[in-house]
């Protein structure tokens, strides 16, 4: 286990028609992890409805800051516009790390080029000025082949878009827009797993679920004071800090007034103790129990606001995340 459980009522309770109902929205990424807790809750506490539905981080964010729903699952940060539409209404919420990603780029299974690619690279293919220009492997290493590459990735309502494009262009948002579009990483899977030239990009539970219809691609980083050179993700090189810079956290977001329900508290809490299984069974990465425990204490004081809304603080505080990790 993570760690103690510490659910308010761990036993089953009678089984009847539910008087309780727990709404969650939002990425694509954080859906599989947040369903299945909320089925393993629901067999425990029948007396509760989980819904659990997918819209994009974005959007979710929209649904969320309009007072729609209870939780809203996040693959980054809330930013500063979202927050101003939650404040305007008065939601206030709890920020809540749920576990690691990995940013995984992926690729047929009969690629035999692409086994590694650089930060630059990956530049060169996403960036805008590689709309219409950038279309054959060829044009992104010498020596690839000379075939087009057909290009798969989430649609601009999702986290993962905006956590790519910041880190691979630098800029939230700057991408070429001349690709397979779509906030269901099911259809970027399915298509680049049915197209030997497809390049594509999900978060890593989507590849860990794929099997052997994928490819993931190790990724250089050429950057820092210890260059690692091609690292692929996995749980072992996220959790030790390897897999620079496309490692990310994953949240849910907790409406303030929603956690005083008995039903919602509950549920926050149970998700915070689940064990490695389950995780593992979605494609997650966990935190490290020391930073889970310092999580559980902050939602229990029932702190209000982000810690990761700033890019520097974010990377901060997922360093020190990782560093606990690396001593467990």
Not at 175 to 183: F, I, M, W
Not at 245 to 262: D, T
Not at 264 to 279: C, K, M, N, R
Not at 299 to 309: D, E, I, Q, W
Request: with cysteine; net charge negative; charged share 20%.
């Amino acid at each position: 286990m993570l760690m103690v459980a510490g659910c308010a009522n761990s036993s089953p309770e009678a089984a009847g028609a539910p008087t309780a109902h727990i709404t969650a929205d939002g990425s694509s990424t954080v859906f599989p992890l947040t369903n299945a807790v909320g089925a393993e809750f629901q067999q425990l506490h029948p007396a509760v409805k989980v819904s659990v539905a997918v819209s994009g981080t974005g959007n979710g964010f929209d649904k969320f800051c309009r007072g729609e729903i209870d939780i809203q699952s996040a693959s980054r940060p809330i930013d500063a516009t979202e927050k101003a539409a939650c404040d305007k209404k008065n939601i206030a919420f709890l920020e809540v790390p749920v576990a690691f990603d990995a940013l995984t780029i992926i690729v047929h299974p009969s690629n035999h080029w692409a086994t590694s690619m650089t930060i630059a690279e990956l530049r060169k293919v996403w960036e805008p000025a590689a709309h219409g220009r950038v279309m054959r492997w060829a044009d992104v290493r010498a020596g690839w082949p000379n075939q087009p590459i057909h290009l798969f990735g989430p649609g601009t309502a999702s986290g993962t878009f905006d956590f790519f494009t910041e880190v691979v262009a630098g800029t939230t948002g700057a991408s070429r827009t001349d690709y397979t579009a779509s906030e269901d990483d099911g259809v970027i899977v399915r298509g680049v797993a049915a197209d030997p030239h497809a390049l594509g990009y999900v978060g890593y539970g989507h590849f860990a679920q794929s099997g052997a219809s994928l490819k993931a691609v190790a990724i250089d980083s050429q950057s820092g004071s210890e260059p690692r050179g091609p690292v692929v993700p996995e749980t072992d090189t996220v959790r030790r800090g390897l897999y620079h810079p496309l490692s990310r956290a994953l949240f849910i977001y907790v409406n303030a007034k929603s956690a005083e329900r008995k039903a919602v508290g509950d549920f926050v809490t149970f998700y915070l103790t689940q064990d490695e299984a389950l995780i593992d069974r979605v494609g997650g990465i966990p935190l490290s129990s020391r930073a889970y425990e310092l999580i559980r204490e902050r939602v229990t004081r029932r702190a209000p606001g982000t810690l990761f809304a700033d890019r520097a603080v974010l990377q901060r505080n997922i360093e020190m995340v990782l560093a606990e990790s690396k001593q467990q």
